[in-house]
């Protein structure tokens, strides 16, 4: 088994934009879907611990 994690920064210029990134990233997915990834659970949000810059994930496996 395969395993990957896709990752998408939720910072814009000022501030955060998750609705941009939400969709950032299930276009990633969906991408990667074509190629036989499956997502495994759900979404994840973390933090860089410097400077608080938000992101969401997303765990995907292949047989």
Do not use: H, R
């Not at 950032?24 to 499956?38: M, R, T, Y």
């Not at 969401?56 to 496996?61: D, F, H, L, T």
Request: charged share 20%; aromatic share 8%; hydrophobic share 40%.
């Amino acid at each position: 088994m395969e395993y990957q994690v896709i990752v998408v920064s939720a910072v814009k210029s000022i501030g955060t934009d998750f609705s941009k990134a939400c969709k950032e990233l299930a276009e990633k997915v969906n991408e990667q879907g074509q190629w036989g990834w499956i997502p495994q659970g759900g979404l994840a949000v973390g933090e860089t611990q410097s400077l608080k810059q938000p992101y969401i994930m997303q765990a995907m496996v292949k047989n």
